[in-house]
């Protein structure tokens, strides 16, 4: 089945630091990859998104390239803020069937000032 | 709304008691959803609408679970007879189904924490 590993946390960074989030996944055929962030507080909201090989989502300073021969989405910033705080989630989607979005387990991140 | 709300936030019942969780979706959002994350884990599916009619529910883990969505739009998920391992924070959300580059975009509420003791 399908299936999406998060690298575990939670993380601390300090403020300026370099983040990477490593993803992988599991899935017949070419998924469509997310990125999903939960601020404290907040429901889950869309980070960033990639539908096909080779293609580089991007938002708010993050970025994350869908590889298919690592079969990886990893998710990367090169300087974190104070606000950047929060629960991240891998996710994908398998083509054909329903906006079923399977998810990771999350990460926590906490970036200090 | 301006999103999707969810009520009630917080909700303690006792072992066998019957719950009913509501979610108002964005309005004119034609798909809504509902997942359910136990803590540490991130959310997993339970049932999705389109429109008024359950589209999949393969992830509603036994019969005890029900979901409604009589007018498509609001949705009630309907425990009954909960069990300890029903707590959860449950999420509701919605999306614009069927379009294509919108696929996979969901908004989603802050959710429904029920604790069953």
């Known amino acids: 089945g399908n299936s999406v590993t998060q690298m575990e946390g939670p993380v601390t960074l300090s403020e300026e630091a370099f983040l990477t989030i490593n993803c992988t996944y599991t899935?017949?055929?070419?998924?469509?990859l997310f990125w999903y962030v939960q601020y404290p507080g907040e429901g889950l909201q869309l980070l960033l998104k990639a539908t096909k090989a080779d293609d580089k989502g991007s938002n708010k300073g993050f970025e994350a390239t869908y590889r298919k021969e690592t079969t990886s989405f990893h998710l990367e910033k090169g300087s974190v803020q104070v606000s950047d705080s929060a629960v991240y989630f891998c996710a994908l989607i398998s083509p054909g069937g329903s906006e079923k979005l399977v998810f990771g387990k999350g990460m926590k991140l906490t970036v200090n000032p | 709304g301006a999103g999707v709300s969810q009520t009630p936030s917080n909700k303690v019942t006792e072992k066998g008691k019957y719950v009913e969780l509501r979610c108002d979706p964005i309005s004119g959002h034609t798909a809504l959803y509902w997942y359910r994350q136990s803590l540490g884990q991130g959310p997993e599916f339970l049932i999705y609408?389109?429109?008024?009619?359950?589209?999949?529910d393969s992830g509603l883990p036994n019969d005890r679970f029900f979901a409604v969505r009589p007018e498509g739009s609001v949705s009630t998920l309907k425990i009954q007879r909960t069990e300890r391992g029903d707590s959860a924070v449950y999420l509701c959300?919605?999306?614009?189904?069927?379009?294509?580059?919108?696929?996979?975009?969901?908004?989603f509420g802050e959710g429904s924490r029920l604790t069953v003791l």
């Open positions: 899935a017949t055929g070419y998924p469509s």
């Open positions: 609408f389109q429109g008024t009619g359950a589209a999949d």
């Open positions: 959300a919605s999306s614009l189904l069927g379009a294509s580059p919108l696929m996979g975009e969901l908004f």
